[in-house]
């Protein structure tokens, strides 16, 4: 059974640094995709940021700079370091699987991906 479990939302003031993480069980984890995605209230679920099988790394334009995402395939564990938080980085941060190799016009949408975890609460206040 396949799990992905998000930690390390909480509530900062604008400037301040979160780092989120996301471990996976329950399938093979360097063969797929990784990816954050945010949705805040009343908004569309938005990619974030993406690392694909082969450690190929995508950033939104938002978040280009500021959000690194990295992953420990020894412990199964994606992260999302998240420097410079601004109030509009407020949002529910999900993590996602996608089997194998996903094309880069697809990397930042929602649908390619198979697996969710159940998401953190990020608030940055200004």
């Known amino acids: 059974q396949v799990q992905l479990v998000e930690s390390g939302g909480g509530s900062v003031e604008a400037g301040g640094s979160l780092r989120l993480s996301c471990v996976a069980s329950?399938?093979?984890?360097?063969?797929?995709?990784m990816g954050w995605f945010r949705q805040a209230p009343g908004k569309e679920r938005e990619g974030v940021a993406n690392?694909?099988?082969?450690?190929?790394?995508n950033y939104a334009r938002s978040v280009k700079g500021r959000f690194t995402i990295s992953q420990d395939n020894a412990k199964n564990t994606l992260y999302l370091q998240m420097n410079s938080l601004k109030p509009e980085d407020t949002a529910t941060y999900y993590c996602?699987?996608?089997?194998?190799?996903?094309?880069?016009?697809?990397?930042?949408?929602?649908?390619?991906?198979?697996?969710w975890g159940q998401g953190t609460q990020v608030t940055v206040s200004s």
């Open positions: 329950g399938y093979s984890y360097s063969a797929y995709s």
């Open positions: 690392i694909d099988s082969d450690g190929t790394t």
């Open positions: 996602a699987a996608a089997r194998g190799h996903l094309w880069v016009g697809f990397r930042f949408l929602p649908r390619y991906y198979d697996y």
